[in-house]
């Protein structure tokens, strides 16, 4: 059993930076692709980023591209997420999921791939 948890989440405004964390209870996540999903009130859940925690390999949305970037913590026990130029439809509630290294990216994407999925972090960007 891998449980994650986030934390960093709050309220900022926009146009500001926030960061959050996932860590994995006991372990690194070396051996794991980590991703960063978000949901907002009446939508589905969308994928965000995630980085391949071996190789160091990333992939973002195109909608958070340029202002968002996932990265691991030398020790791998950390994946962070900051949050740059942060917009009002940034909000959401963020959610981090793992699952043991999946190779093609291109997959990363789809939420059915990750088993292990944190409790979430509310971030509200106000205008």
């Known amino acids: 059993q891998v449980r994650l948890k986030e934390t960093g989440g709050g309220l900022v405004q926009a146009g500001g930076s926030q960061t959050l964390a996932c860590t994995a209870s006991g372990r690194t996540f070396s051996m794991f692709t980590v991703a960063w999903f978000r949901q907002a009130p009446g939508k589905e859940r969308e994928f965000v980023s995630a980085i391949d925690g071996r190789r160091g390999t990333t992939r973002y949305a195109d909608s958070v591209k340029g202002r968002f970037t996932i990265a691991t913590d030398n020790t791998k026990a950390t994946v962070s997420l900051q949050m740059n130029s942060l917009k009002s439809e940034d909000t959401a509630i963020y959610y981090c999921?793992?699952?043991?290294?999946?190779?093609?990216?291109?997959?990363?994407?789809?939420?059915?791939?990750?088993?292990?999925w944190g409790q979430g972090t509310q971030v509200t960007v106000s205008s």
């Open positions: 999921a793992a699952d043991y290294i999946q190779r093609d990216s291109s997959v990363w994407d789809r939420h059915p791939i990750y088993n292990y």
